[in-house]
């Protein structure tokens, strides 16, 4: 998926909206209730899944749009899989590093609609924005602009030397692509820009106009710049958060997809609302292209459940979003064994954190939270109220024993939800207290959770 991203994730001028307190920035209502989404798929196909040994940068050997022949295509039971794993929203990518791309554009040939699938009729992304407002999924598209081996453009969206197009070409393409996909498809709930965003100035196509006349309310990630909504990359693929993982910061960095980067915490006194998004595969990163392509013969590489739980906790439960990739096969399908391992995965989140104990919300430094009766306890989940941004800068968990409070955890950011893991205790109580702030803390949830 990354594998070629050498990231342009550049100076991100997020959102600004005016707070209550002074010095307290906080989110636009779409990156909010992007806030509220918490949990998303990702899905890949494209000519690897039918001709595994390509490579995109071996630049004109790119295999014919023929290739792609999807013989049981089903979006809707993509959309049933991504439902089986509780996830509210889902983005295809609607043309990878190839240049193949799954609508007939009129950009150029190396589209679907010179494919067997559908006699040449079909329109991949069409199917699958509908059927995700058919399964009440909000859909979003993967409109990469920096790779296109067809077009012999490599990170950061640059024509290579002896290319069949100028950069020129390559940037009216752009532009006519993405008016394509932000206008005949509707409103789209995220944007996903892998690699981030050629600048204008350094040569690279219009984009950032294009994005604000088209498709202004989407959220995007690694965006252009001035965009209002925007969200940043975590630096791994591996299903772990920074920690902390603040939503405010001043400026990401440069990065390649393969390469783990370090840093990407954001920052408490940052002036920008731009939260993280954390990508990661439902197979092996050993697993072919990464885990984000299917291979046959790779089913059985796919995380276990435990392992996986422990990547929500260290997305989800770090205050970002949880993007996670899933293969569709040479038929068009999700994989059985995937369709069964998003299934667990959604149970076990369900099961683990669907019905916390008890819940205690307000304002203030300290929020006691009494139970019914002593209960063994070993997991809270803490919330702001991201209408008030983020004010909580430092905090300690104590939960009340025979032997009077003690201390159970601390840590530093909250923001929208943040998972507090614990020794096992017979509690009584359990008890918030911030202790540094930038503002008074507005708390929305402190729940508390029986050990399993």
């Not at 984009?207 to 498709?215: F, G, P, S, T, Y």
């Not at 911030?434 to 949830?445: G, H, N, Q, S, Y």
Request: neutral net charge; proline residues 7%.
């Amino acid at each position: 998926m990354r594998l070629t991203a050498f990231a342009a994730l550049s100076l991100t001028l997020c959102a600004m909206a005016s707070a209550a307190a002074p010095d307290v920035v906080v989110p636009t209502p779409e990156q909010r209730a992007w806030a509220e989404a918490e949990i998303g798929v990702l899905f890949h196909f494209d000519m690897p899944v039918f001709r595994p040994d390509y490579n995109w940068r071996a630049w004109g050997s790119h295999p014919s749009a023929e290739a792609f022949n999807p013989t049981a295509l089903d979006v809707d039971q993509w959309l049933r899989a991504a439902k089986g794993l509780g996830a509210t929203y889902a983005v295809l990518v609607a043309k990878h590093c190839s240049g193949f791309s799954l609508w007939p554009t009129k950009a150029h040939a190396y589209n679907i609609a010179n494919s067997p699938y559908k006699g040449g009729k079909g329109d991949l992304v069409r199917e699958f924005v509908e059927a995700c407002r058919r399964h009440g999924l909000k859909p979003g598209l993967y409109a990469s602009t920096t790779a296109n081996g067809y077009l012999w453009a490599d990170n950061p969206g640059r024509v290579r030397p002896g290319g069949p197009i100028t950069q020129a070409q390559y940037n009216t393409i752009v532009e006519t692509q993405l008016r394509e996909l932000w206008t005949n498809y509707g409103p789209l709930f995220e944007i996903w820009f892998d690699g981030g965003v050629l600048a204008r100035e350094r040569g690279g196509a219009n984009v950032a106009a294009l994005l604000r006349e088209l498709q202004p309310q989407a959220v995007a990630f690694q965006g252009p710049p001035d965009h209002p909504h925007l969200v940043r990359w975590v630096g791994n693929e591996t299903g772990t958060a920074p920690d902390p993982c603040w939503a405010t910061c001043a400026e990401t960095t440069q990065a390649d997809g393969t390469r783990v980067i370090e840093g990407l915490h954001g920052a408490p006194d940052a002036p920008r609302w731009c939260p993280g998004e954390a990508d990661f595969t439902l197979r092996h990163n050993t697993s072919f292209q990464g885990g984000w392509f299917w291979r046959k013969g790779q089913d059985d590489r796919l995380f276990d459940v435990p392992q996986l739980m422990r990547k929500y906790e260290e997305t989800v439960g770090r205050n970002t979003n949880m993007l996670l990739g899933v293969v569709i096969d040479d038929r068009g399908l999700v994989p059985e064994a995937d369709v069964r391992r998003l299934a667990e995965f959604g149970a076990a989140i369900r099961a683990r954190f669907g019905s916390p104990l008890k819940i205690a919300s307000g304002a203030g430094t300290t929020l006691e939270l009494r139970l019914d009766a002593p209960a063994v306890l070993d997991r809270a989940i803490l919330q702001e109220d991201l209408a008030h941004g983020e004010r909580v800068l430092a905090y300690e968990l104590e939960g009340l024993t025979d032997g009077g409070w003690e201390p159970l955890a601390k840590g530093t950011n909250i923001g929208h939800k943040r998972i507090v893991s614990f020794a096992p205790r017979t509690l009584s109580a359990v008890r918030l207290r911030v202790t540094r702030a930038k503002a008074e803390p507005r708390i929305r949830a402190l729940a508390v959770f029986v050990k399993q």
